[in-house]
T-cell receptor
Framework: SAVISQKPSRDICQRGTSLTIQCQVD?????MFWYRQQPGQSLTLIAT?????????ESGFVIDKFPISRPNLTFSTLTVSNMSPEDSSIYLC????????????FGEGSRLTVL | GQQLNQSPQSMFIQEGEDVSMNCTSS?????WLWYKQDPGEGPVLLIA?????ELTSNGRLTAQFGITRKDSFLNISASIPSDVGIYFC??????????????FGQGTRLTINP
């Protein structure tokens, strides 16, 4: 089964700054998914990151705010730009496969608090 | 867009009791999934359902895919302390770009009194 490592696991950030979250998978995967989980809320898909092409963003999320890189088949980054307190969330990286019927595996998440 | 209504939002039970939670939607889903999230962790898949009417068990957990394809339930029998956590239902649909994506319910927070 896939092992997903995210960095940082948590951070406290100042308003107006940007933070890049890294996601490393121990196997090659075609698609990597970035989710946001706001405090006490459910998970919402931000974008799908495909190696060698631009990420595809869901409604309400834009590349300028959440730029994504996917340089190879085992790594991706999500940047949260020009942060405000409303961006305080857990950001989760996920990939398919390695478990029941190839459903999503999630990393442990990166908990961001914006002051 | 599609939304899943998950209930109850929270449950406080005694160890050994059975638990039941469900998700409903006004939209049809072709796949229903149930995840559990422990504090500080990402969600972990518990059960996946792929056919209307399907009833699947995983140890003390049992889940069903509703006949209408608009709902699903999860039961936990004889709860134990390690069952504490947040349980999410998820339905698979197509995202704005046409690719398949998961829509998650709001979660059910389970607390167990020993």
């Amino acid at each position: 089964s896939a092992v997903i490592s995210q960095k940082p696991s948590r951070d406290i950030c100042q308003r107006g700054t940007s933070l890049t979250i890294q996601c490393q998978v121990d196997s090659q995967v075609t698609m990597m998914f970035w989710y946001r989980q706001q405090p006490g809320q459910s998970l919402t898909l931000i974008a799908t990151a495909n190696q060698g092409s631009e990420a595809t963003y869901e409604s309400g999320f834009v590349i300028d705010k959440f730029p994504i890189s996917r340089p190879n088949l085992t790594f991706s980054t999500l940047t949260v730009s020009n942060m405000s307190p409303e961006d305080s969330s857990i950001y989760l990286c996920s990939v398919k496969g390695g478990n029941i019927a190839g459903e999503l595996f999630f990393g442990e998440g990166s908990r961001l608090t914006v002051l | 867009g599609q939304q899943l209504n998950q209930s109850p939002q929270s449950m406080f039970i005694q160890e050994g009791e059975d638990v039941s939670m469900n998700c409903t939607s006004s939209s049809i889903f072709n796949t229903w999934l149930w995840y559990k999230q422990d504090p500080g962790e990402g969600p972990v898949l518990l059960i996946a359902l792929y056919k209307a009417g399907e009833l699947t068990s995983n140890g003390r957990l049992t889940a069903q895919f509703g006949i209408t394809r608009k709902d699903s339930f999860l039961n936990i029998s004889a709860s134990i302390p390690s069952d504490v956590g947040i349980y999410f239902c998820a339905g698979r649909t197509r995202g704005d770009q046409g690719a398949q994506k998961l829509v998650f319910g709001q979660g059910t927070r389970l607390t167990i009194n020993p």
